[in-house]
């Protein structure tokens, strides 16, 4: 079939329906791009190969640019990967300049999306034979690499490194788990703990327990104080938006979409990992890393850019070597199959004019979410002020919702919420952490798994530093990347004492 | 899409439903069925085929089926819970090999739960080497291995993936025993991580399966990332039921190549090896005999029917109906075969 | 012994389980141990000041909303027990927990304010409920 023929009326709707549904999923707590994908696979039977594509691709793009809606207006991640937005984005919230903030991610999610489509369209086979160039070894690099940032995120680094170590030591509760070449063993368990934690705690669920659950209990502790919205937040301020927020903020930008779209590409790493490692690198490059944590728009800039920049990236792998670059992509797989296409090496040679339907679908989503969600934030941000009695159930039950399905229906990833969100209320009492505690659960499997087998592989700890040259890269951004925090933790005790 | 219809449709009955809970007549399947898969991915070839599956049955019987992708553990705990009939299970051959490796969590499945008839067969569990390494064949990896060559070969451990393995070990071992030794094990998990394992010239032979495989074998020999098929290991007569047109541009014919005899793996000097990825019901152990009854009913028509056979074969699944009474002896069966290699090779 | 050999490790598939918790464990009792070290007077001054908790919150507020939602846990697979696979135990017991949730947040419970609570709490899990479990298939309990 020709191009043309195939770029019907139907097929740009169902991009429109698809980045709808998809940003609806996003920005609901709990509700997450894959599941967004998942629930409509089963459609994308009757619709034939490319209005499936079109219809799927616009929920990835949708559901991943969504998640900054909550984590901007109530500080909870709509996904994972939108955890470092919260950071500044709903300081800026508390300011009254939600709606700024809204829009300035909104933007950068759409240059991020662009970015990592241009580098999908002009180098995804080059790409592919790049990042198998990483291994057990590099991979854990890339990982350390993120967790360097837990120093630079936390206030008191001492307790910072301890609550991101806490996170990591949480994450490794239950199996080891074969269907990552662990060995099957449990681990960090008590007998009777064994029926609910063999799976360990799911990420989703405690991610919204420590943000969502938590902070409305500190809320009721106050006793549902009168007013509107969360603690604090005042109505916004209507000062317009303005591209300028933008200036100077190119060199951000693109190396934010570039590090989504880089850590995309690498099967395995995870989607939370991009937004991490490009929201400390703006702030180590900044002049300003103070300001970082308090609303400060480039960091809103960054954590969007490259959590978009990672739509396209994820789909290198996918599409040059037939493995998934994310959970999201991992489903998209069963569309190919559902279709009889094969994904693989030979995929993008084979199908031409699928590629082509795959880049303008999602060049079409990037510019429909843009459109939508410019048009629905005069919308959005009335919900901050909701009324509390009105407001805090309903985001409890979506919280319960989510929890209970991501996992397609365990009980026990509700009561997880539960758990999480006592916790979460008590580190704030106690004043552990909770970003770096987050970031150390996010990647404390997979630092397990390529340290362990990078160690079983080689049985030499010399091999972290010997394998490539890739590897002695790596070593100098982690090392560069704690100098940079341990300067900026000397610099902020510097002013405090003045 | 007809979902939509049984929505409304739903929502019609919803009043009658508050009012009367489904204390139903335990002699047939209850109108909400939960299918639970022993598999996380809905990418993957357990919720694929169970989907199928789950879409036939729903809509002969007239019931809705959800697919809920839980996992073997939490699968397992729901069938647990459940002797309504308003959870059932499907899943594979893992189910009893995950108890024969000794894995965590799997119990015996013929004593802990009642076994339901199988529905189709995956028969793309293969073996590769690299194109541009020194094996050709899995007689050159035999012949390697019994010189004292040691010959590392990536799986995901305790299963399935690790079935072919054993009995590879097992040949090896009766070709020249003790040069079973020089046959180990590379534990990875994911196909991506194998693969990678193979890139990194960290192993000399992956599991794979002719799916995800199979455009890799298409690469020039020049490309680092280009394989090759050594051995598929399922049956014969599996394959050649499957489409002439094969998989990819791999025609049936090229894969018969692949398989016993062409390629022998043997079981015990004798008959070789094979296995087949086949999927089958599982259902409560005190789970009303009628709906077990029900349940065989209903697939014996939709595969009398002839229709499922299509779109099993247009998505590289081999039909294979067996009721539950026959399938569950036929699987005892052939746990006992795969226990006794398992043994054999683990006795020294 | 050479620099190189020191740095030798061989792990043990089947112990390799241990291995990273250990090392995590590890580093976790050295920091817990530096932050003691380091900040013991603060540590010492807080412990002996914080006894008043859980005094000066709103007892109601804060314990009701734990209870009501150990309730909701424990009643939505029991409810949804009843009729399984329907999603219902979620449906019922949410307009329950959000009714009684709103109105434990009501500083002022006159007839206005209590039938916005009522109507949210009969509006939102139907939407939710109609459109996830019977439009998108997905499972609630």
Redesign the interface.
Same mark, same amino acid.
């Given at each position: 079939m020709e191009l043309f023929d195939i770029l019907t009326p139907l097929f740009f709707i169902l991009i429109v329906v698809g980045t709808v549904i998809g940003i609806i999923f996003g920005a609901i707590p709990g509700m997450t791009a894959t599941m967004a994908v998942a629930v409509c696979l089963p459609l994308t039977y009757s619709l034939g190969l490319e209005n499936g594509l079109a219809l799927l691709l616009g929920l990835y793009v949708g559901g991943i640019s969504g998640g900054l809606v909550p984590a901007i207006l109530i500080n909870i991640p709509g996904t994972p990967s939108s955890l470092t937005t919260t950071f500044d984005g709903y300081p800026m919230t508390l300011r009254g300049e939600g709606e700024n903030a809204l829009k300035i991610g909104i933007v950068s999610s759409l240059v991020g999306g662009l970015i990592s489509l241009a580098i999908l369209y002009f180098f995804a086979p080059t790409l592919a034979d790049f990042a198998i160039k990483f291994s057990y070894v590099e991979k854990f690099l890339i990982i350390f690499f993120a967790l360097t940032v837990m120093a630079a995120l936390s206030s008191n680094m001492l307790v910072g490194i301890f609550s991101g170590i806490l996170g990591i030591f949480i994450s490794l509760i239950g199996t080891y788990d074969i269907s990552d070449g662990g060995n099957g063993e449990y681990r960090l368990l008590f007998d009777f703990m064994v029926p609910y934690l063999d799976s360990g705690f799911s990420l989703l669920p405690v991610l919204i327990g420590i943000f969502g659950l938590s902070a409305i209990l500190i809320e009721a502790e106050h006793g549902m104080p009168a007013g509107q919205g969360l603690s604090g937040v005042k109505l916004p301020k209507g000062k317009p938006f303005k591209f300028s927020v933008f200036r100077g903020q190119s060199v951000n930008l693109c190396r934010s979409s570039l590090i989504g779209t880089f850590v995309g590409i690498l099967p395995g790493v995870g989607g939370s990992a991009a937004s991490i490692l490009s929201y400390s690198q703006e702030k180590h490059f900044s002049k300003n890393p103070e300001e970082f944590g308090k609303g400060a728009p480039s960091g809103v800039i960054a954590s969007e850019s490259a959590n978009n920049g990672l739509t396209g990236g994820a789909l290198v792998p996918l599409l040059s070597l037939g493995i998934p670059g994310d959970s999201t992509t991992a489903i998209l797989i069963g569309a190919f199959t559902l279709q009889g296409i094969q994904v693989g090496p030979l995929f993008i040679g084979n199908n031409p004019v699928t590629w082509d339907v795959i880049i303008i679908a999602m060049l079409a989503a990037n510019i429909v979410m843009f459109l939508i969600m410019m048009f629905a934030i005069r919308h959005l941000v009335k919900v901050v002020s909701v009324p509390k009695h009105v407001l805090f159930p309903v985001i409890l039950m979506m919280c319960v919702v989510g929890a209970y399905t991501i996992n397609y229906g365990i009980m026990f990833d509700v009561w997880t919420l539960l758990i999480f969100g006592v916790f979460g209320y008590l580190a704030h009492k106690i004043r552990l952490e909770i970003a770096p505690f987050i970031i150390g659960f996010i990647l404390g499997p997979s630092a397990e798994i390529y340290f362990v087998k990078s160690l079983e592989s080689f049985g030499t700890l010399s091999i972290f530093f010997t394998k490539s040259w890739i590897a002695g890269v790596l070593w100098l951004l982690i090392i560069m990347s704690i100098a940079f925090s341990i300067a900026l933790s000397r610099r902020n005790k510097g002013h405090g004492q003045a | 899409m007809t979902g939509f219809f049984k929505t409304l449709a739903a929502a019609a009955s919803f009043a009658a439903l508050v009012a009367t809970p489904t204390l139903s007549s335990a002699q047939e399947l209850p109108g909400n069925v939960r299918l639970v898969i022993g598999s996380t991915s809905t990418g993957g070839d357990t919720y694929q085929n169970s989907a199928i599956v789950a879409e036939a049955l729903a809509e002969h019987l007239d019931i809705n089926i959800k697919v809920d992708a839980v996992g073997v553990s939490e699968a397992f705990k729901a069938l647990n819970r459940d002797s309504r009939g308003s959870t059932i299970m499907i899943f594979h051959d893992q189910s009893y090999l995950g108890h024969l490796y000794g894995v965590r969590g799997y119990d015996d499945i013929f004593e802990t739960y009642k076994v339901g008839p199988t529905v189709a067969i995956n028969p793309g569990n293969a073996y590769l080497v690299a194109k541009n390494g020194p094996f050709q064949s899995m007689e050159d990896i035999i012949a390697a291995a019994s010189a004292g060559q040691r010959i590392r070969v990536a799986i995901q451990p305790g299963g399935v993936s690790e079935i072919g393995f054993s009995a590879l070990k097992n040949a090896v071992r009766i070709a020249h025993p003790g040069a079973e030794e020089n046959i180990v094990a590379v534990n990875t998990g994911s196909q991506a991580d194998k693969n990678q394992v193979l890139f990194d010239g960290q192993a000399e032979v992956i599991n794979g399966s002719v799916q995800a495989n199979e455009q890799f074998t298409r690469l020039p020999q020049d490309d680092q990332k280009a394989m090759r098929f050594v051995w598929l290991t399922a049956a014969k007569e599996t394959i050649a039921q499957a489409n002439p047109e094969g998989l990819g541009d791999t025609p049936r014919d090229e894969m018969l190549a692949y398989v016993t005899p062409n390629v022998s793996v043997t079981m015990d000097g004798a008959e070789d090896f094979v296995f087949d990825k086949e999927f089958f019901f599982l259902y409560n152990k005190d789970m009303d005999p009628a709906i077990v009854e029900q349940i065989d009913t209903a697939l014996a028509e939709i595969f009398a029917a002839g229709k499922i056979q299509e779109t099993q074969k247009a998505s590289f699944f081999i039909p294979d109906f067996k009721p539950s009474a026959e399938a569950a002896t036929y699987l005892k069966a052939k746990r006992d075969d795969y226990r006794q290699i398992i043994d054999a090779i683990s006795a020294q | 012994m050479s620099f /190189?050999s020191l @740095?030798?490790? /061989?792990?043990d598939? +089947?112990t390799? #389980? @241990?291995?990273? &918790?250990t090392l995590?464990?590890a580093? @976790?009792v050295i920091?817990?141990v530096? =932050?003691a070290a380091?900040?013991w007077r603060v540590i010492v001054s807080a412990v002996g000041a914080t006894p008043t908790?859980p005094a000066g919150? +709103?007892h109601m507020?804060?314990f $009701?909303?734990?209870i009501a939602?150990?309730i909701?846990?424990i009643a939505?697979?029991a409810v949804g027990n009843?009729? &399984?696979?329907?999603g @219902?135990g979620?449906y019922i017991c949410?307009i329950v927990?959000?009714f009684g949730? $709103?109105?434990l947040?009501? #500083?002022k419970r006159d007839r206005r #304010?209590l039938t =916005?609570?009522t109507l949210?709490?009969l509006i939102? &899990?139907s939407l939710?409920w109609?459109i996830?479990s019977?439009?998108?298939?997905? /499972?609630?309990?």
């Open positions: - | - | /190189s @740095l030798d490790v /061989s792990i598939f +089947d390799s #389980h @241990l291995v990273f &918790p995590i464990a580093v @976790l920091l817990l530096a =932050i380091t900040n908790w919150i +709103d507020r804060f $009701g909303t734990l939602t150990v909701y846990f939505m697979p009843l009729y &399984p696979n329907t @219902l979620f949410s927990y959000l949730l $709103g109105a947040y009501l #500083h #304010h =916005i609570v949210n709490a939102a &899990p939710v109609f996830l019977e439009i998108f298939n997905l /499972s609630l309990p």
